[in-house]
């Protein structure tokens, strides 16, 4: 449904529903309906955003006093991916006969999706045949068989369709005793080229014997790639002409994205695109340092 400047969203779940036009906000007149529930759902985990962004204000103020916060600031980021997780699983179990249950699901999928898998089987059987859950399943599984901790997946790529012999794997720079920073990108999006000033810096300062970084061009023409390439001014390593495979492998929906390798090829971390090129430099330098998380994935 639309309203002035936005789109709210709605379930139809036979209860009269009320629209808020100031706040977005739907209510149902079925305190136990579909809609209750999801609202119950996403309210539940609105307030730990806040709560959390709270937090980390109040850290970065005391930072900024010179307090040292870094244990603090790592208890915090484990804290809320815990409750995170704990949200959504819960969702997940109260709902398995309804639309809120795969909601939850789709939410948990890049978090943990190991856990996100194992709780497929307790939805309804009505429910796993539902479109978005049928949609994210094939992403999933791949998720959870590529996800933090876990050995790397390989692949191999053509990279000149006119050559069959321009064969290039995963595994030529991954698992070879560099930490690595896969880099899923291609030459029509432009929050790839948003990034590419932060990627340089990263490059340029820890570039060497202990970290590279190797893009790698998705759904893309291998010529507008190595034309986009140029004109960026991509400096390393590069694979072309990768289309869907890498894609598939690793259970990536959209781009831009991040794959972070560890020496051995183990995943270090996924999913953390996005961030300012003072925060990514913070996240690579940590893990090059060895100062990792307790909890993995944490950032």
Known sequence: MFVPGDIVKFIADGSTLTIDIETHQVSSSDTEGVQSRYNAWYQE?????HETVSKN?????????????????QALEEEYHQKLVAI???AIRQNPDNIV???????????????????VGT??????????VQAILPTLEARAHTAIGDQFTDFEVVQDPSDPHSMVKLSDYVGKGK??????????????????????????????DDFDIVSIAVSDAPENSLAAAKEMGIM???????????????????????????PDGTILLRNFWGYD????????????RGDRPAQPGVL
């Open 45 to 49: 985990w609105i307030d730990l955003e």
């Open 57 to 73: 204000y109040a850290l970065k103020d005391r930072a900024e006093a010179g307090e040292n916060i870094r244990d603090e600031t």
């Open 88 to 90: 959504h699983r819960n």
């Open 101 to 119: 249950g795969a909601f939850a699901l789709s939410a948990l999928e890049s978090s943990e999706p190991k856990v996100a898998l194992s709780l």
């Open 123 to 132: 939805l309804s059987e009505e429910m796993t045949k539902n479109a978005t």
């Open 179 to 208: 930490t690595i920073l896969l880099v899923f990108w291609a030459s029509w999006c432009e929050e790839n080229r948003k990034e590419m000033p932060g990627l340089k810096n990263i490059y340029e300062k820890y570039h060497g």
């Open 236 to 262: 390393w390593n590069l694979i072309v002409n990768a289309q869907i495979i890498p894609l598939e492998t690793y259970g990536v929906r959209r781009i831009p994205d991040m794959i972070l390798f560890g």
């Open 277 to 288: 090129d003072l925060i990514l430099d913070s996240i690579i330098g940590r893990y090059l």
